[in-house]
């Protein structure tokens, strides 16, 4: 054997060069190292492919997947049978990703091993992999997975799929394990979830308008939608005061003609007192019955229709699934006492999604005046009122109208021209009906002008306000 001089003066051996069998193959230190750059190359390919699915399979929205299947395109039935136990898929995506990655990261050390120490081919196939697996196994395959969610996410189903039956044992055993983690922690997988919720479908609206990609009446609509279902009776009712009613002891000749003076079609019918509301009338079955009836002298119960009787509490989207199963068109609406609050139809319902009907001469609820001010009805719900003018009036448990708040915070009785403030929103009092607020003109405030600080304006409008209500105590 050939020595080497040693600069102890002893010969040292010289290291033959590295041979390994495999599979009865002699491999020299060359074509190791040849075979495990190419061992790399295809785990950072794996690894690109088990990224990118992740993206693809859970962006893909349930919606295409169910049109995707009926289109009968191909892959779509994989995409949905992997889809359909999104946390096996998960942990199928999660186990063939950390398979690769590690073993890439052990080959990388195993050949550098070869040409440095130990601790330096550690630190360099550390330091190597990491930047070669976020660069290709993450970051490119993942931007590229975004852009083609659902090609992709068709292309990759098939693997995918053929990847669960090669990892099964560890696939099975890794799906028991976490969950059996998540129920000991109170957990719950995040996959497991919603990945919409209702908050992001309307920021998606929103943005949707200021991109120019619904119109802004769409906009509006969209959003009475989704408040539809946490709306109450009590909120879009029509009030007692304004409900037209008939005794039952009336005659239908009077019925007719209280039908034709209020301009509604169908009128509550009541025995005693408003509290006591047995009923509906249509005027079809006052005319046809006058006219046509074999009575000679009609009475008006024989065409008084029942009605439901609902509490103010009673949630509209039950309510109106309710009087639509029931073929009713108006219900009372009564407080915990029994007492008649008013009636609800089911245009008034209707008219939380699509906005206000109007009819002949009825004035608009909310009149704009310029881009601060507008003119609103007393009757007009607050919410209303504060997305006309981007404001933030709070409701209270005792009112939910622009008139409710305005007592509520004088705590007596207004008069025509008063005026009151609240964080700057400056609310006049425009028309008053015996004690009853018709009109009221509210004004949002005024941005701060250029170099005015916030906290200035705000304790301006404090100050206002403090004004406003002792000027109210005097008076």
């Known amino acids: 054997m050939a020595s080497l001089p040693s600069t102890d003066g002893f010969p040292s051996p010289t290291v033959p060069p590295l041979r390994v069998d495999v599979l009865g193959v002699a491999l020299d230190q060359g074509a190791i190292t040849a075979v495990g750059v190419l061992a790399i190359v295809v785990l950072i390919g794996l690894s690109a492919f088990f990224s990118s699915s992740e993206i693809a399979m859970f962006s893909l929205a349930r919606h295409r997947i169910d049109a995707l299947v009926d289109e009968e395109v191909p892959g779509a039935e994989i995409v949905a049978a992997l889809k359909a136990d999104p946390h096996r898929l998960l942990v199928t995506i999660l186990v063939g990703n950390n398979i690769v990655n590690i073993a890439m990261s052990s080959i990388a050390t195993g050949l550098l091993a070869l040409y440095l120490g130990q601790g330096e ?23 590229y997975a975004v852009e083609n969610t659902e090609s992709w996410a068709l292309r990759v189903a098939r693997p995918l799929k053929l990847s669960e039956y090669a990892l099964l044992p560890l696939i099975v055993t890794f799906d028991r394990l976490t969950r059996i983690v998540n129920r000991v922690t109170g957990g719950r997988a995040a996959i497991e979830t919603s990945y919409v919720t209702r908050d992001e479908i309307q920021d998606m609206i929103e943005t949707g308008e200021r991109e120019g990609v619904i119109e802004e009446d769409e906009r509006e609509m969209l959003q009475r939608i989704f408040r539809f279902n946490n709306t109450i009776a009590k909120e879009v009712m029509t009030p007692r005061l304004d409900v037209t009613a008939v005794d039952a002891a009336d005659s239908i000749e009077t019925a007719i003609e209280t039908c034709i003076q209020s301009g509604h079609a169908r009128l509550p019918v009541y025995e005693g007192s408003l509290d006591n509301v047995v009923g509906i009338v249509h005027i079809r079955d006052l005319v046809r019955d006058r006219s046509y009836g074999e009575a000679d002298e009609p009475a008006l ?11 103010e509490s009673k949630n509209v989207d039950d309510l109106l699934a309710e009087m639509r199963a029931e073929r009713l068109h ?12 008013g009636i609800v139809t089911v245009e008034d319902m209707i008219e939380e999604i699509v906005g206000e009907i109007l009819e002949g001469s009825e004035e608009e609820p909310i009149e704009r005046v310029d881009e601060d001010t507008v003119l609103v009805h007393g009757e007009v719900n607050i919410d209303a009122v504060n997305e006309a003018l981007g404001i933030d009036l709070p409701e209270g448990e005792e009112f939910e109208t622009i008139a409710g708040f305005v007592f509520n915070r004088a705590g007596r009785l207004v008069e025509e021209g008063e005026e009151l403030t609240y964080e700057g929103v400056r609310i ?8 009853r607020i018709m009109k009221a003109r509210v004004t949002r405030p005024e941005m701060p002008a250029d170099g005015a600080s916030s906290e200035t304006v705000e304790a301006d409008d404090s100050e206002g306000a403090e004004g406003t209500e002792a000027e109210a105590a005097t008076e």
């Open 428 to 435: 006049t009092i425009e028309s008053v009906e015996n004690t």
């Open 301 to 311: 119960a024989d065409v008084t229709r029942p009605t439901l009787h609902v509490p």
């Open 330 to 341: 108006i219900a009372i609406v009564v407080d915990e006492f029994g007492t008649t609050e």
């Open 121 to 143: 081919a550690v630190a360099v196939a550390t330091l190597a992999i990491t930047a070669l697996v976020l660069l290709f196994g993450e970051s490119a395959p993942k931007s």
